[in-house]
């Protein structure tokens, strides 16, 4: 057996190194695309939450904005909605899908479509408006928000499990043995190169 880690002792440290440097390179790749892909939400709902709150806030003065305070405001989030279609976008490249084009319509029309003239005349269709929107924008600004963390989650499932259980499908004691033995292994090998 010495025989054998002697001959091939160099050869079998080689190949458990580059083993272990393909396991750890992979490893980080995915760690590495799952914090990029969670910057990209992180950053996507921050702007959402922003959106419908400033919404919600608009809604709630409508009545004291200006025309030019109005047009600036639809102005403002229809260009918030092209930084939505861009996250979007940047998120389908880490194979996440949220907010499909109806979803995304349902957002325009809450941040950017303002009441018809007979509606703004009416005060009490008016109130109703406001009062449509501003619930609108608290059950559509969650509900979206807990869309794509759900999206995220169902690409990137936290850890709740070793790799080597994974892997192998072990109890706790058989993963402890596993490493036992590749330490053996490393030990044998060492002393045959060593002498």
Known sequence: MTDFF?????LISLI??????FVLLNSTKYITSRNEAKSYINDLTSLLENAFKESIEFWSVFSAKTVEERNTFYKTNDLKIRQIRDYKKLLENYDIIILNSHKLKKI???LTLSPETHIIEDPIKLKSYILKKTSMAHREGSKYIHSIHQAF?????PTRKPLIENLFKLNYVTG???GAIT????FLTGKAILG
């Open 6 to 10: 002697k001959d091939y002792g160099g």
């Open 108 to 110: 325009k029309d809450n």
């Open 16 to 21: 458990m190194l580059i083993l272990g440097w």
């Open 176 to 178: 402890l043995l596993y």
């Open 183 to 186: 330490m053996v292994i490393y």
């Open 153 to 157: 989650l169902d690409k990137y499932p």
